[in-house]
């Protein structure tokens, strides 16, 4: 059993790693992460395969066209 002192929410693990939480309950399913079971919610455990997890960049959304940059005509 994984050590459980220190444990993170979904959401909050989003914001820290600047990933979707998606992206890692796919983490957690594909055994990169651990996660556990914490009244009726899921929350990563914070060990070694959360130090060292990266999310990977694919699948972004389209970003919007930045109008700073287009010229419009006079």
Same mark, same amino acid.
């Given at each position: 059993?994984? *050590?459980?002192?220190?444990?993170?929410?979904?959401? &909050?693990? +989003?914001?820290?790693?600047?990933? #979707?939480?998606?992206?890692?309950?796919?983490?957690?399913? &594909? #055994?990169?992460?651990? &996660?556990?079971?914490?009244?009726?919610?899921?929350?990563?455990?914070? *060990?070694?395969?959360? &130090? +060292?997890?990266?999310?990977?960049?694919? #699948?972004?959304?389209?970003?919007?066209?930045?109008?700073? *940059?287009?010229?419009?005509?006079?």
């Amino acid at each position: 059993m994984p *050590d459980v002192s220190k444990v993170i929410s979904f959401t &909050d693990a +989003a914001e820290v790693k600047q990933c #979707g939480r998606n992206t890692l309950y796919r983490a957690v399913e &594909d #055994g990169r992460l651990n &996660d556990i079971e914490v009244g009726s919610r899921r929350m990563l455990v914070e *060990d070694e395969k959360w &130090d +060292a997890f990266e999310p990977e960049s694919v #699948g972004l959304r389209a970003q919007k066209p930045n109008n700073e *940059d287009s010229e419009e005509p006079s």
